[in-house]
């Protein structure tokens, strides 16, 4: 299965977490934030690529324009996505409030950060999404981008 994890660059530990766990799972990971992948044509693609869609939600993140076109452009696509609360106090509002109300799965992260439990959760809800159908149309490997 391929996901993305998108984030804001002041949440880029947790999302390293994340894919180095889910990697030891088998999962193809890749990390978009607001200056990774600097080409838009490249982060496009990375959309259009994944299965699994994971959004580590936060105040900057919601703040950031590319964040949000990133995460309005996985909406638009219809993909499946993860919402992970990477603030524990904060409540996503407006758009992003409404994307991460309607996710496939839903995870606040505590104190504890990225737990044994956070992980297993990701996978199963991954691992759920496997059945639907892959729209692979106008897709470059971000290998050889």
Not at 12 to 23: P, V
Not at 55 to 83: F, G
Request: charged share 15%; net charge positive.
């Amino acid at each position: 299965m391929n996901v993305v994890i998108t984030c804001h660059s002041s949440q880029q530990n947790i999302a390293e977490r994340l894919r180095t766990s889910l990697t030891n799972k088998n999962f193809t990971i890749y990390i978009v934030n607001e200056t990774t992948p600097q080409s838009i044509v490249a982060r496009a693609n990375l959309i259009r690529w994944c299965d699994v869609f994971i959004v580590i939600i936060s105040r900057m993140y919601q703040r950031t324009l590319l964040c949000m076109e990133t995460i309005n452009y996985a909406k638009d696509l219809h993909k499946p996505i993860i919402a992970i609360l990477g603030e524990s106090n904060y409540q996503p509002y407006g758009a992003l409030g409404a994307i991460s109300a309607s996710a496939v799965g839903s995870i606040v992260l505590g104190n504890d950060g990225v737990s044994e439990n956070v992980v297993a959760q990701l996978s199963n809800i991954i691992s759920m999404q496997k059945n639907k159908k892959k729209n692979s149309k106008n897709v470059v490997d971000p290998a050889t981008v």
